[in-house]
Each structure stands twice: as structure tokens, then as C-alpha cells.
């Protein structure tokens, strides 16, 4: 028989999320309409899974219940002998796509209204949500692993980036677009590129706007593995079962590897403030090239004759399964 948990959220503004635990110990979590998780007690693994409405991107109501979701698996999880959480696994519930990233419409009206408030506000946000998932969502020893089974853009790239382990399906691209507009991965990315490789192929990946493939990224050491489209789940399990008998020794790693490389949530917000400065000396040229892109993802996942090109499958490189 399933029964709701409760879950101490004292003192906080955030709409409570629906969670449902069931015989055995799995629980389902619905953070949102557009986020949503379910913990596998076996092998103590947290799924989530984000489906924005029409455009896949972060809204600030996404990223709020992003937040929000964050502080109740750190309630839900906080005592590890009555609720082990070993691995928090993001996916999306979108084809194709993992997110592509800002919410370019948004961003426009602001640029245009010259609101600094809710610029900062909006990106403020945006790191917030991303710094706690760099950090484990406040659970001890929790390993976040980003599997990527769609293209991911802009601040989509940088949630994976945030993660400890990043898995991408064959048929992936990522990209930072930024530049083409004028602007730069201001949620993160260079942070977290820098952490993962060098000042070389963080400046490559953010400065030349294009699409890099999932072999290409694996190459330069931005993701830690490609396995066949389709693969990514059961990839995503295996590397939970291949640490099963050394749990201590990884989890330790992971919290000596973030202090040997460190992104902290201060750095992120001097980061946010030059970011909002540049959104807003952003010149006709960067403002026409935002709206063309606007429209590009407004054809493509708002359009109902899109969703059917949007959903359809990548083609598969042939070259081996590098993971």
C-alpha cells in the first residue's frame, strides 16, 4: 500500500511536492508539473527526469522547482542508515533533447525592458539550482550523473558539467551558442570546464559557438563516456555496479576531486553579475541573432507539425562505442 512521506520543508516559500512511497522502499517524487523522480532502493539511485512545457529550456519556474527539488532530497535523504542515496541520475523526458539551455524569449524581453532586477534574478536562480547540484544536493557521498540522451545547449550543457559523471549517448551534440549572440556561458560553464579539462578546451568549446559531438567531447575530456544510442540507462547501471564493493573509496574521491577543483557558489554569482552587465550592453546585431534562435526552437518544439522531426531519432556514427 503507498503512502505519502513527510518531508520537513519548515520555514520555506517552496509548493510542496507530491511524494509517494511504495512497499519495498521506492518512493516517486513529483517536484512539478515539469520535474519529476523516482528512487530505486536496490541500488539507491535517485532518477529524475525534467519535461518543460513547449520549449525545452529553463524557465524560472523550472529552475525554482529545480531548487526546490533539490532541498527535499536533502530532507528525504538526509539519514543515510534509514534512506541510503548513493547516485542521483538527471535525464529528460524530452526526444532528442536534454535542454537547450536559457530561456532566450525571456532573456529578450528583459534585454529590451533594461530589467536588471529580474535579469539578475533569473540568473541568480539559474546558478543556485545548478550549484546544488554540483554539490550532491546536500546528501553526503551522493554521486550525480548526467545522462544524455538528446542534444544538450547554452545551460543545458552546463547542468551536465555540474555533474560527476557525464554520459552521452552516441547521437548527442552539446554546444555553448552564446557567442553567436554576443554573450557567454555566464551559469557555470567556464567554471566547470575548467574544473573538467583546461583553459584550452574550455576557451575552444565557449569561443567557437559550434555543435561538438559526443566523440569529440569524449576526446577532449568534457564527457566521461559514449555508449550507443539507446545504451545510456543501462551504461548509467553499470557504473553503479561496477562501484558496488568499493562505495567508501568513491565516494571519497568525489569529495577530494571538488576540493582539489573547486566551484563555488560565490564565484558563480561574480560570474552572473558580468553577465547581466553584458545581456545588457547586448547591440541590435546580438539582440536580432537571440530572436532568430528563439524562433529556430519555437519552430521546432512549439510548432505541432515540428514535434514529429523533433522526436525523430539522430543518426548513429560508425565509428566503435568509445565508453
Known amino acids: 500500500m503507498t503512502h505519502l512521506v513527510a518531508v520537513n520543508t519548515a520555514n520555506r516559500n517552496d509548493t510542496a511536492a507530491s511524494i509517494l512511497a511504495h512497499p519495498g522502499g521506492a518512493i516517486d517524487f513529483t517536484f512539478s508539473g515539469e520535474l519529476e523522480g523516482h528512487y530505486h532502493p536496490a541500488d539507491q539511485i535517485l532518477w529524475t527526469r525534467s519535461t518543460p512545457r513547449g520549449i525545452p529550456c529553463f524557465s524560472l519556474d523550472l529552475l525554482r522547482a529545480m531548487t526546490q527539488s533539490s532541498r527535499v532530497i536533502e530532507d528525504c535523504f538526509r539519514d543515510p542508515l534509514q534512506r541510503p542515496l548513493r547516485y542521483i541520475i538527471l535525464r529528460s523526458g524530452v526526444p532528442g533533447v536534454f535542454s537547450v539551455g536559457g530561456d ?13 532586477t529580474r535579469l539578475t534574478e533569473y540568473a541568480q536562480a539559474a546558478v543556485e539550482a545548478i550549484h546544488r547540484n554540483y554539490v550532491g544536493h546536500g546528501v553526503p557521498g551522493a554521486t550525480t550523473i548526467a545522462l544524455l540522451e538528446g542534444d544538450a545547449l547554452g545551460g543545458g550543457f552546463e547542468q551536465a558539467l555540474s555533474c560527476d559523471i557525464v554520459i552521452a549517448e552516441r547521437h548527442v551534440k552539446a554546444a555553448f551558442p552564446e557567442v553567436l549572440f554576443d554573450m557567454f556561458p555566464g551559469m557555470g560553464g567556464l567554471s ?19 555543435a561538438y ?11 566521461d563516456a559514449v555508449v550507443d544510442t539507446g545504451a545510456g540507462v543501462g551504461a548509467a547501471q553499470a557504473i553503479v555496479r ?7 573509496a568513491h565516494r571519497a574521491m568525489d569529495a577530494v576531486d571538488r576540493m582539489l577543483r573547486p566551484v563555488t557558489l560565490a564565484e558563480l554569482h561574480d560570474v552572473v553579475a558580468l553577465w547581466v552587465d553584458a545581456a545588457l550592453r547586448l547591440s541590435e546585431r546580438g539582440r536580432q541573432w537571440m530572436r532568430r534562435l528563439h ?3 519555437l519552430a521546432q518544439f512549439v510548432t505541432p507539425a515540428s514535434h514529429t522531426a523533433a522526436a525523430a531519432p539522430h543518426a548513429v556514427s560508425s565509428r566503435q562505442n568509445r565508453a
Request: proline share 2%; net charge positive; glycine share 6%.
Open 104 to 116: 532566450l524569449g525571456y532573456f529578450h524581453k528583459l534585454i529590451v525592458a533594461r530589467d536588471r
Open 242 to 248: 561496477q562501484r558496488t564493493h568499493q562505495p567508501q
Open 192 to 210: 566547470f570546464l575548467a574544473r573538467r579539462t583546461n583553459r584550452r578546451i574550455a576557451n575552444e568549446l565557449t569561443r567557437s559557438g559550434r
Open 295 to 297: 524562433a529556430q526552437q
Open 213 to 223: 559531438s559526443a566523440l569529440e567531447l569524449f576526446d577532449l575530456g568534457v564527457v
